[in-house]
């Protein structure tokens, strides 16, 4: 028992003395080197998301002024063209038989007072939508 005992010791001590302190301690230069790479990467990586934010915005407002724009020329065309009226129906002759739709239509070129072609309009409408239901 006294054999196991010293062979145990033996070890341990030996297990002790290879554990020893050989770790390599980092110099403040290479703790400042580490220090300014990490930075310089985070800085980097902060300015390319910055600038992708910048430009995303930069397109946004572009968008949204040429769509102003053409809104604006839309309503400037709109409302320079010249109203005509047509007081005399057309009629036309077709092949293909009427839909609602066209007895809708019909309806605006009857010679009636506004008041009553919209209310004849809305009641064609309404049908229309309840055939479709």
């Not at 300015?47 to 915005?57: C, E, L, R």
């Amino acid at each position: 028992m006294k054999k196991y005992a010293s062979l145990l010791l033996a070890a341990a001590t030996m297990a002790v003395a290879s554990c020893g302190s050989n770790q390599s301690a980092n110099t403040q230069a290479q703790i400042d080197s580490l220090a300014a790479a990490r930075a310089d990467s985070m800085a980097a990586a902060m300015k390319v998301q910055n600038d992708s934010t910048i430009n995303a915005m930069a397109k946004m407002k572009a968008d949204s002024t040429m769509r102003a724009d053409s809104i604006a020329n839309a309503m400037a065309k709109a409302t320079t063209k010249p109203v005509t009226t047509n007081h005399t129906a057309k009629k036309t002759t077709s092949t293909k038989p009427k839909t609602e739709t066209d007895k809708v239509n019909d309806l605006f070129n009857k010679n009636k007072t506004d008041k009553q072609k919209s209310e004849e309009a809305k009641k064609e409408e309404n049908k229309v939508n309840n055939l479709f239901k």
